[in-house]
């Protein structure tokens, strides 16, 4: 300007650099602030940041977390496991070893701490991951999943042990036996422990399995050692077509039974309800002291002979009833009456430590009954016997009135039979002398 000195115009020089560089300095403070404000915020991690050595310098976590998902992924080799057996295999896969390794949760888990917490949280999560953060994935298995996928592939092998068994011949005593066979079988609970620890150390090849043996719960030695025959009886059946049509489906339904040591065996149980629907045919029955005609008469025949066979195999009588008079068909005092109706049953029970086996089969006139197992008394001989104690005069017949035959008419419903008062023991012999003597039934027939 006009008049001013040299002097006054270097002083308004150097002014003016000093406000230039004070306001450069102001604005370049002001940037630094808003950047690192802006990074520290949490919206983008510093420069350097890592996590697992992968770079997320200056992203955001949405941004972090699609980076690191994407790397880490493809370090993760998928499930690829053969399993072999019998020529068989099995791939397993992710899904058949229920594979999870948390990767998104723990991901998400650590990078979102610089959003959802406070300041001074946020500022040392920042400056770890400025660092080179790490995150450890845990890779798991489910043993459940596994084993389920084992048991399915394990099915082809199921091979069932077959018992040595026996049958008897159509002689009616004579056995013949037939030998045992293992079974084979997949242990799924040790392939299982096997996969597991396979999976967990990483080695892929192939695992080879070897197929286990069943052995069977009945040898043929054990069968030829203590099976004989132990109890036996057999009684004549009538001409009566119905009632040995009864007799032979109630024979059906015993033959063949084991009881195990402890077993019991009930006859009701054993056939259900003997009624028409059921296959049994009308046939002569005492019923409350009375001749009728009932579905399944005949049956007491077979209760009776193997009542019988029972008390020689030295078995435990649980239950047996007495007819109203003695049958006709056994000595007095060796029947036993059955009637599902009224409860009336037969149950017998294997006191011994061995299997018993029971066959009943009508064989043209007689009924057999044989009873297999291990003689209890192998120095003893085991019979059965009845002593007579009295007899009694027969009463009179029984006649009741049948309005279908007039007002004044009568029926006769039951002969007049000769009564009995009978003991049965079973008597244990040796050089035929008793040696012991257990009384079994004590019965008065009217």
């Known amino acids: 300007m006009p008049g001013e000195t040299a002097e006054e115009m270097l002083r308004k020089r150097i002014r003016d650099i000093i406000i230039m560089v004070v306001s450069v300095t102001l604005l370049l403070t002001a ?8 990074l520290l915020s949490g919206e983008r991690f510093l420069p350097g940041s890592s996590i697992n050595g992968i770079d997320i310098s200056n992203l955001t976590p949405e941004e972090a977390e699609k980076k690191v998902l994407k790397e880490e992924a493809a370090k993760l080799q998928p499930v690829s496991l053969t399993i072999e057996c019998e020529g068989q295999t099995l791939e397993l896969d992710d899904a058949q070893v229920g594979k999870s390794d948390h990767i998104k949760q723990l991901t998400k888990k650590n990078l979102y701490q610089i959003v959802d917490a406070d300041s001074a949280t946020r500022m040392n999560a920042l400056l770890e991951f400025s660092k080179g953060a790490s995150i450890e994935y845990k890779v798991e298995f489910d043993k459940e999943i596994i084993k389920n996928a084992l048991n399915e592939f394990a099915e082809q092998f199921k091979e069932e042990a077959v018992d040595a068994s026996f049958s008897v011949k159509d002689d009616g005593v004579s056995l013949d036996y037939s030998g045992e066979i293992p079974g084979t079988y997949l242990d799924t609970d040790e392939a299982t422990v096997l996969v597991y620890d396979r999976l967990k150390s990483g080695n892929m090849k192939t695992l080879e399995l070897a197929l286990k043996t069943q052995q069977p719960k009945i040898l043929l030695k054990d069968l030829q050692d203590n099976v004989s025959l132990i109890g036996a009886y057999s009684t004549t059946v009538t001409d009566d077509s119905s009632r040995n049509k009864n007799i032979d489906l109630i024979s059906a339904a015993v033959n063949g039974t084991i009881l195990q040591p402890g077993d019991i065996l009930s006859l009701n149980k054993a056939t259900g309800k003997r009624d028409k629907e059921s296959g049994y045919e009308l046939g002569p029955s005492i019923i409350n002291g009375e001749m009728k005609d009932a579905y399944g008469g005949g049956v007491c025949q077979l209760a009776s002979t193997l ?6 195999a030295d078995m435990e009588i649980v239950e047996r009833n007495r007819h109203t008079w003695p049958a006709t068909y056994m000595p007095e005092g060796f029947d036993a009456m059955i009637d599902y109706d009224s409860n009336k049953d037969l149950i017998l029970k294997n006191v011994s430590d061995q299997p018993v086996y029971i066959f009943a089969k ?3 006139e007689d009924l057999e009954v ?12 085991i019979v059965v016997e009845n002593d007579v104690l009295e007899h009694l005069p027969a009463g009179d017949p029984i006649e009741i009135y049948d309005s279908s035959l007039g007002s004044s008419e009568r029926k006769l419903v039951s002969d007049a039979h000769n009564g ?3 003991n049965v023991y079973r008597r244990y012999k040796k050089d035929g ?3 012991d003597s257990q009384q079994i039934s004590s019965d008065n027939y009217q």
Do not use: C, D, F, T
């Open 31 to 38: 940037g630094v602030v808003l950047a690192g404000s802006s």
């Open 307 to 312: 009542y019988v066979a029972a008390l020689n």
């Open 362 to 364: 009508r064989m043209g």
């Open 370 to 381: 044989n009873i297999y197992g291990k003689y209890p008394h192998p120095e003893y001989e």
């Open 420 to 422: 009995v008062k009978v």
């Open 433 to 435: 002398q008793v040696v």
